[in-house]
C-alpha cells in the first residue's frame, strides 16, 4: 500500500506567502491615509479651539470672541471628516486600535458639554486646556497603534516620524495655551512655569526623534521655519523668570500670534510627511514584482531596522506622555490645594485679626501638632466655619 505524503512547502511558497501578506499589508496602509490625515487636520482645529477657548475665558469673554465661534466651526468640519473616514470599510484590525478608536470617540463626545462651559464661562481656563488636552491625546494614540504590524523597517521608521512630530507639535499648543493663559492674566505661577519648562524639554524630545528619521530636505524645512523665534525665546523667558506687564492682553496676543505661526509651519510640514508616507507606501505597493533575493550569510537581515524596536519606542513616547498628563492633573490637585489653604487663612486673618504670614504659620503649627497636611487642616476649617463662633479680637 502506497501513502502519497505531500511535500512540505519549499522556498518559492513562502515567498508567496511572504510576498501577498507583504502586499495586503501595503494595501491596508494606503487605505489608512484618509484616517491618518483626518485625525492630523482634527488635531490641529482642536487645538486653535483650546488657544482661542484660554484667551476668552482669561479675558473675561472680551477677546477672540470671533476666533472662538470661528475655530469650533473648522473643528466640526474636521469632526464630520474624522467621522466619515471611519465609517468607509475599514483595514483596521486588531482590538488594540479599536479600543483606542473608542477612547478617542468617547471623548470627542464630551466636546459639545465643553464647549457650553466655555460659552458661558462656567469654566476655568486652566481645566478647560487640560480637557481639551485629555481629548487631544487619546485622538492621537490612534496613530502609533496603526503601525503596529508593519513589517518593513522604511515605513515603521517613517511612522515613528509622524508620530514624534504630532505629539510634538501637540506640546507646541500645550505651550501656546499655557502662556496664554498666563499672558492674559499677566501673572504665571511657580507650576505655571515648571509646566511651560516641562512643554519645552518634552517638545524638543519629540523633535530629535523625528528630526533622525527623516531626510535632509525634511530636516531643513523643520529648521527654516518650525523652530521657536527670537521674539518666542524672549517672552518664553520672561514667562519663566518674572511676571509680565499688565498691557490688557496685548502680550498674550502677541503670545498667541507667534506661536500660532510656528504650529501653522508645523502642521504645513506634517502634511508634506503624511504625503511622503502615503508616497512611500503606494511605491512599496506597486515595486513588489522585483524579483525575490535570497539572504545569503553576509547579509545583515536587520540593517534596515530603527536602532530601537519600533514598538519599544512607540510605548516609550506613550509613558512619557502619559506622565506629562499625570504631571498636569497633580498640577491641578496642588492649585486646589492652595486654594483652600488661603481661604483657611482668610478666616483667620478676618476672626484673629491675623496677619497672612501669621495665618500661614498658625495653619503649619496645627498640621504638625496634628501630624496632618495643612490642606487637610484648612478644608476642616472650612468645614466648620459655620459653627466655628470665634469672636473678632477687640
Not at 472662538?68 to 471628516?81: H, P, T
Not at 527654516?224 to 502680550?251: M, N, S, W
Not at 506622565?323 to 481661604?343: F, G, H, N, P, V
Not at 482668610?346 to 490642606?375: C, F, G
Request: with cysteine; aromatic share 6%; net charge negative.
Amino acid at each position: 500500500m502506497t501513502i502519497n505524503v505531500e511535500s512540505p512547502p519549499g522556498a518559492a511558497e513562502w515567498i508567496a506567502r511572504a510576498r501577498q501578506m507583504r502586499q495586503q499589508q501595503f494595501s491596508n496602509l494606503a487605505r489608512l491615509g484618509a484616517l491618518v490625515r483626518s485625525i492630523s487636520t482634527l488635531t490641529h482645529m482642536l487645538q486653535c479651539e483650546r488657544g482661542a477657548s484660554n484667551i476668552w475665558l482669561c479675558s473675561g469673554g472680551q477677546l477672540y470672541a470671533a476666533e472662538c465661534r470661528a475655530s469650533r466651526a473648522l473643528a466640526d468640519e474636521s469632526l464630520a471628516a474624522f467621522h466619515f473616514s471611519l465609517a468607509q470599510p475599514s483595514p483596521l484590525s486588531g482590538s488594540a486600535v479599536c479600543e483606542r478608536v473608542a477612547s478617542a470617540l468617547s471623548h470627542l463626545e464630551q466636546l459639545g458639554a465643553l464647549r457650553d462651559a466655555v460659552i458661558s464661562q462656567s469654566i476655568k481656563a486652566r481645566l478647560a486646556m487640560e480637557q481639551y488636552s485629555r481629548t487631544l491625546r487619546h485622538l492621537l494614540s490612534i496613530i502609533p497603534q496603526l503601525n503596529d504590524s508593519i513589517d518593513d523597517p522604511q515605513i515603521a521608521s517613517r511612522f515613528v516620524a509622524l508620530y514624534s512630530l504630532m505629539q510634538g507639535k501637540e506640546l507646541v499648543g500645550q505651550e501656546r495655551a499655557l502662556g496664554a493663559i498666563g499672558f492674559t492674566q499677566g501673572h504665571f505661577s511657580d507650576e505655571m512655569r515648571q509646566t511651560l519648562v516641562d512643554r519645552i524639554d518634552a517638545q524638543q524630545a519629540c523633535f530629535d526623534v523625528f528630526l533622525s528619521r527623516v531626510n535632509p530636505d525634511v530636516q531643513a524645512t523643520f529648521t527654516g521655519h518650525c523652530l521657536a523665534d527670537a521674539q518666542t525665546e524672549q517672552l518664553r523667558r520672561v514667562a519663566c523668570t518674572r511676571q509680565p506687564a499688565a498691557d490688557q492682553g496685548a502680550t498674550a496676543l502677541n503670545w498667541f500670534a507667534l506661536q500660532t505661526t510656528r504650529l501653522e509651519h508645523l502642521r504645513a510640514l506634517e502634511e508634506i510627511v503624511i504625503a511622503d508616507l502615503m508616497t512611500a507606501v503606494e511605491e512599496r505597493l506597486h515595486a513588489d514584482n522585483e524579483p525575490f533575493m535570497v539572504a545569503d550569510d553576509n547579509d545583515d537581515l536587520f540593517a534596515g531596522w530603527p536602532e530601537k524596536p519600533l514598538l519599544s519606542l512607540v510605548r516609550q513616547q506613550a509613558r512619557e506622555i502619559e506622565l506629562l498628563s499625570r504631571q498636569l492633573a497633580s498640577l491641578r490637585d496642588t492649585l486646589e490645594e492652595r486654594k483652600l489653604i488661603d481661604k483657611a487663612k482668610s478666616i483667620l486673618m478676618t476672626h484673629q485679626q491675623m496677619s497672612e504670614d501669621q495665618a500661614w504659620y498658625a495653619l503649619r503649627k496645627m498640621a504638625m501638632d496634628k501630624n496632618q497636611r495643612m490642606v487637610d487642616i484648612a478644608r476642616a476649617l472650612l468645614t466648620v466655619k459655620t459653627l466655628w463662633q470665634v469672636t473678632p479680637k477687640e
